[in-house]
């Protein structure tokens, strides 16, 4: 399974350790990615979420602001 978490400075996250924790502990295998958005433009959000998706990841956490901008991707809210 493939998760991960899309953001701002959030290279000191704990989303991975913990998620990666919550695998082993129930016997899930799975990755979990930090995807840092820090210097990139605002179109590479949109960009990037299409990318997940072609490379089967499972689900990613968003951080604020981007919460607001997956709206527009959201098939139900």
């Known amino acids: 399974m493939k998760l991960g978490l899309i953001g701002t400075n959030i ?3 704990q989303e991975p350790d913990i998620h ?3 695998g082993h502990l129930f016997d899930i295998p799975l990755t979990y990615e930090l995807f840092d958005l820090k210097n990139k433009n605002a179109s ?3 960009e990037l979420l299409s990318e997940l998706k072609n490379n089967d990841f499972s689900g990613v956490n968003i951080t604020f602001p981007f919460k607001e901008k997956v709206i527009k991707c959201a098939h139900h809210i």
């Open 20 to 22: 990666r924790r919550l």
């Open 44 to 46: 590479y959000f949109f």
């Open 11 to 13: 290279n000191t996250a």
